[in-house]
């Protein structure tokens, strides 16, 4: 068997509908405007209907052909506005794909299949700024920013009730702490957030396939997957496959940190079959051009490799420009020193030449480049720590206040801009990471990696980091960049890559509960509810993972009749909790009018006062 | 092969030590009182020592026979107070094993089994109150509470350094929200605590094998692991196996929730080979001598079963007191009602009777016996919330506050007092509970199941429930009751009971660093320093799963010689990270006296002035 025939198989599988689960669109104020959730069907005749990011590969009605990518969604919008043009492009270069070459035979046969992937590169013309923020800032609401809002949104009815129960009950709306999230989303409002820099919507021109979506704290809080190839191990034929795998569980972006052979050949795979934005560190192809050598690069390097990943379709670049010489020997009291990638890359060369990064100081140009192209920037946290005791120190909030002037400099010139954050953090320094972006970076969005509140779980690290991006995430925090459990020790394979993802929606969801996202908590009051009515099936077809809950509860009972049975393994059919309760209501109810006036004698001065709960 | 046969090769394969780990003991004012402590031997020749709640079975020099039961840890010391004396003890009868009998033979050998395992129970001489609070009140410092002082401090010598720097940078102290935790734990100390009911010590005087450990906010956050045969699945060999191995990952605490057949027998061979306290729910086993009937209940049923318990030596006993009749009501028009069995057992028999519960009725009965055997209260929490929008509610509020009352009257009669708490809770809601239990409860130790932060991720309510588990402790939390992948949906299984364990203990650690307790921090700085120093052996021997961090390692890079390279398969040889700040601190150290003089004229004016941080 060759490769392309397991991986069209393993495609085949990773493509399946989840149980009971099917993709409907909610239109918008055009016909091409289909914004797509994810309909679960229960047993008792509801239908939830949850936020998807899976893209056409879970829509059987779909053709895909991974070797032509995906249809374009935005194409026809990019072309309205008139004010880009399909332009011939960068000439490829060998050097694209890295000096440490493929047996040429096999890069010319990859490049070959790529080939059929290309679109003519798209561009500005000239004097033209493309960019969402630009569009926002002139009071224009562009179909991108209508889509996000019907997607935030999600389909309101099926969440009426529970909404009602939160709009009654105080105790259940959210603590926001901080953030404005309105009942509705208007795509009004995404113009505004997107217009003020509260949120991005990253959507290269280049990118058409793109379903839009937000990043931004008044919005639900998302993820981000990262995949990419490895000097050590991986082929492009993987890691396509881990984008389909990671959009499926719920990643709401994807980096490709790709670092080894054939760098460009894989990033015309991934675009062209990804839904969901694409993120890259342009400064790790540019080192694969230099042979690896930090002190080799140059600016022109450097700027012609942004333009090659703008054409590509590149949705947001992380450039580590808050490295700046001056900081560099503040690091070096570090127990863990610098453990950003691109940030040692950066601080070498800065060390090498003594001179000022020349991501620092050709900024502008940066800027010049993203807006052609509307590409947002992910302000590289560079310097932030690698282990708890390097934690917010003088290092990581230099760097963190640069970027904060470097925003604003993305701002003049009408480019999206998010930053990036730790890291390591014990929880007790969270709060100031958060409190000190907001005030430096002027409400930009946050994106950080956890934090990983110990560093004592190598193999479960996306357990220690959950538990501060959860945190992170209600704080304020827009978008979470996931960690596997491999973090630290190896690549991540693909089950890593969905336990990351999982962990991760976990972390992100509960964030929105806390924040009170509308709607938010109404899929757990309708997993709950079904918990309760002992409908197994709805129970397993909620949550973030029907497959392992079913296998889960399989293990033990595993019959069809306990499918609907009054009862789990955990206390058996003769002592279950719920059961039990069903049967106090009904006693209750009974009860309680039979004896309400006893009850009223007896039990009204045995009530206890509460004193009212915060929150 | 049989069961014994195949137990006893499972036993040997737990027994082993950890790698590079051995027990040694830290001895206290009498050579009777050993504190043991896992010593991990470095590569660099430092030796990093931990908190080891595994027992005997990874010393190989302990003789272990699960037949026979453990060495008596504390007997000489029970003896010595001269307060308590063997009796003959209750009549152990048919029923003790419920009412869903095993077939006759099979119980006939299994009790014979136990047989061997019986001790003479123990109690106080009449008018004697045996408690480790009574003690303390009186000014006494028992070896217990030496014993625990010294398991507080563990080993200082190799912290110093750490310490040091904590001590050097204000950052680096946590945040202890409140909680008093001194620099190093002094037996009249843990004394105090003890006395002002801040902290239990677990330790019935039928439980001499027990080693001992206190629950305290201002001790360090411990765990609790849930084990129990059930009327479904598992055996008796399976149990004991489950509660090894949950020592072995580092519960510090288990609880014995056996529901089915040969409940009696199960906890014989549970106590007897147990150095962790073990709580049980005795509601459980009442319920199974009365056929599972909850109305059927009755006091003399329940008080014969707590003596019966407590002659075996249970520690704690979870007694849901709080579910008083004037509450029940309150859970009707709630979404999931009573998730706590014994909560709902309750509720059933008040509803039924239309009385009192008899457990709030005879509390100071329940005081009485308590007081004879120093078994400590676990007040249950029956009205704990089971799902997000039951959080926080008045039923909740109520129980907690009865529990309050309740508490001060445990402590009228010297009876060690801890309070059970939620549950389901999301992030914004928890605070609410760790300060109204503080206010209620005066203090006592509140132990928390995780809470969950959300309901919509069954197969991983680990991980949704460690955040909560984690906020919770750091907010004064004393233990943390685990919570596996396997909940709501079945009954765990070895590895899923291993899998809650590691998530808690993340919890707790990322609480521990939180709070500042001395020495927490200190191990994610040894193992952060060998990450630094690719002493990749050392790294996984840190951690809190080594062969899983080493396996995973494994995977990408198997060979020898990788695990001494100075890279991973995360970026590969020429793309370290940390490589490359190892040069970068060369060449800043270098760099900085040549350049000295240029950088304070060209990037002395770069520096950033940093806001302080708070915490």
Redesign the interface.
């Known amino acids: 068997m060759n490769a392309p025939d397991s991986f069209s198989q393993l495609l085949a599988r990773t493509r399946e509908p989840f149980p009971a689960s099917a993709k409907s669109f909610i239109t918008g104020s055009r016909p091409d405007l289909r914004v797509p959730v994810r309909d679960i069907r229960l047993t008792n005749g509801e239908v939830v209907s949850v936020y998807d990011t899976s893209g056409p590969y879970t829509d059987p009605a779909a053709t895909i052909d991974v070797r032509r990518g995906l249809q374009s969604v935005r194409g026809a919008w990019i072309e309205e506005r008139g004010d880009s043009e399909v332009y011939e492009g960068r000439k490829p270069v060998a050097l694209d794909d890295g000096q440490r070459s493929e047996d040429a035979a096999r890069l010319a046969a990859l490049r070959l299949e790529a080939a059929a992937l290309q679109r003519q590169p798209r561009r500005a013309k000239a004097g033209a700024n493309v960019t969402q923020m630009h569009y926002a800032r002139r009071g224009i609401v562009t179909p991108e920013m209508e889509y996000v809002a019907l997607r935030e949104n999600g389909r309101r009815e099926w969440m009426a009730q529970?909404l009602q129960?939160a709009a009654r009950e105080k105790?259940?709306a959210?603590?926001p702490l901080g953030a404005s999230i309105p009942q509705v989303i208007t795509p009004e409002f995404v113009r505004d957030e997107v217009a003020r820099g509260r949120a991005i919507i990253p959507a290269n021109i280049n990118h058409p396939e793109v379903e839009p979506m937000a990043i931004g704290r008044n919005f639900l809080v998302k993820i981000n997957a990262n995949i990419g190839n490895?000097?050590?191990?991986s082929s492009i034929e993987e890691e396509v496959e881990k984008l389909v795998w990671a959009i499926r569980w719920g990643a709401d972006n994807v980096m490709d940190l790709s670092?080894?052979k054939n760098i460009h050949t894989t990033r015309d795979w991934i675009v062209r079959n990804s839904p969901v934005p694409i993120g890259t560190v342009p400064i790790y192809q540019a080192?694969e051009k230099v042979g690896?050598i930090?002190e080799d690069l140059t600016w022109e390097i450097f700027r012609d490799t942004l333009v090659e990943q703008a054409e590509q379709g590149v949705d947001y670049f992380t450039i580590h420009a808050g490295v700046?010489?001056?900081y560099?020997?503040l690091?070096?009291a570090r127990?863990?020193?610098?453990?950003?990638?691109g940030?040692?890359?950066m601080?070498?060369w800065c060390?090498?030449h003594?001179k000022e990064s020349f991501l620092y100081e050709h900024f502008e140009d940066i800027c010049d480049i993203m807006k052609q192209y509307d590409v947002a920037f992910s302000l590289g946290d560079g310097l932030r720590p690698?282990?708890?005791?390097d934690?917010?120190?003088?290092a990581q909030?230099?760097e963190l206040?640069?970027l904060g002037e470097l925003t604003q400099v993305a701002w003049k010139h009408d480019v999206q801009t998010m930053i990036e954050g730790p890291g390591?953090v014990?929880?007790?320094?969270i709060?100031?990471n958060m409190?000190?972006q907001l005030k430096t970076c002027h409400e930009a969005p946050f994106y950080t990696l956890g934090p990983l509140?110990?560093?004592?779980?190598?193999?479960?690290d996306?357990?220690?980091s959950?538990?501060g991006a959860?945190?992170i995430g209600?704080m304020g925090t827009a978008m979470l960049c996931y960690v596997t459990?491999?973090e630290?020790?190896?690549?991540p394979?693909r089950d890593d890559v969905k336990q990351g993802i999982?962990?991760y929606k976990?972390?992100a969801?509960?964030?929105d509960?806390?924040?009170?996202h509308p709607g938010a908590?109404a899929?757990?009051?309708a997993?709950?509810?079904a918990?309760?009515d002992f409908r197994w099936q709805d129970?397993?077809n909620?949550?973030?993972?029907p497959e392992?809950?079913q296998?889960?509860?399989d293990?033990?009972?595993p019959k069809d009749a306990a499918k609907v049975a009054h009862f789990?393994?955990?206390?058996?059919?003769?002592?279950c909790?719920?059961k039990?309760?069903?049967?106090?209501?009904e006693?209750?109810?009974q009860?309680?009018q039979e004896?309400a006036a006893?009850?009223n004698r007896?039990?009204g001065e045995?009530?206890?006062p509460?004193?009212p709960?915060?929150?």
């Open positions: 529970y129960d105790r259940l959210g603590n490895s000097a050590v191990t670092t080894g080192l690896g930090a700046r010489l001056a560099i020997h690091t070096a127990r863990t020193g610098i453990v950003s990638r940030g040692s890359i601080a070498k060390m090498a003594h690698g282990c708890a005791s934690a917010n120190d003088e909030f230099a206040h640069t390591h014990p929880m007790h320094m709060q100031a409190t000190e509140t110990i560093d004592i779980a190598p193999g479960y996306h357990i220690a959950a538990i959860a945190m209600w459990p491999k630290h020790l190896g690549l394979d999982i962990a976990i972390a969801h509960a964030a509960v806390a924040k009170g908590r899929r757990d009051d997993l709950s509810q918990r309760f129970q397993f909620l949550g973030l993972d392992t809950a296998e889960y509860h293990e033990t009972l789990c393994s955990m206390c058996g059919p003769k002592f909790s719920m039990i309760t069903q049967e106090v209501r006693f209750a109810q009860g309680l004896k006893e009850f007896a039990g045995l009530y206890v509460i004193h709960v915060r929150g």
